[in-house]
């Protein structure tokens, strides 16, 4: 059983900002493997299915981005799955724009939801995949900015990453991390 959780807040005035890339990647994959991501559960919307063959839970935590860890500890003791099983898809602003980055395992950097899922597992080892939108301006307040919609050329960009991304998934539950990281990482 694999656990995909991608990270975001909830709510419409949010759907598509840089924050919720996230959300954008699982909404994708859960479409490809045909998951619907509906049900309420472990403090998140939630579908079970079938990625690659495998057993897999997509995951959307509906806690707001700072309180992401909360739902993801419900759900991996839930299931009692290993952290090797557990992928977390977020944005990275210390990314270029589109740039995914595939690790085994990390420090949550300065990422307030992988910092909140981080101090809820007492842990960092689990596979995470991130997805670069880049730095704000100097004068840009970066809460401001990773609340903000992408340009429309960023957008073109990051529409692209999320289809790879989608397909980094897909290649980690059914080949494995190290046949993602060497197909995907960029």
């Known amino acids: 059983m694999f656990i995909i959780a991608g990270l975001g807040n909830p709510g419409r005035k949010y759907m598509y900002t840089r924050h919720n890339v996230g959300f954008d990647v699982v909404d994708l994959l859960a479409k490809r493997n045909g998951i619907k991501v509906a049900s309420e559960k472990f403090k998140g919307l939630c579908g ?41 898809v977020y944005d990275d602003v210390d990314l270029a724009v589109g740039q995914i980055r595939i690790r085994r395992n990390g420090s949550s950097g300065t990422h307030n939801g992988m910092r909140s899922i981080v101090y809820q597992l007492r842990s960092e080892e689990f596979p995470r995949l991130r997805i670069g939108i880049g730095r704000p301006m100097e004068d840009e307040d970066i809460a401001h ?13 990051i529409d692209v990453s ?4 989608a397909m980094a998934i897909e290649t980690f539950i059914g080949q494995g991390i190290e046949a993602a990281m060497s197909s995907y990482n960029g």
Do not use: Q, W
């Open 48 to 88: 079970k299915g079938h990625i690659e063959g495998r057993d897999a839970i997509i995951i959307k935590p509906m806690t707001y981005m700072n309180l992401s860890g909360m739902c993801i500890l419900d759900i991996v003791d839930y299931y009692k799955i290993g952290m090797d099983s557990l992928m977390v």
């Open 145 to 157: 900015y990773v609340l903000d919609r992408f340009s429309a050329e960023d957008r073109k960009i």
């Open 162 to 165: 999320i289809e790879r991304a």
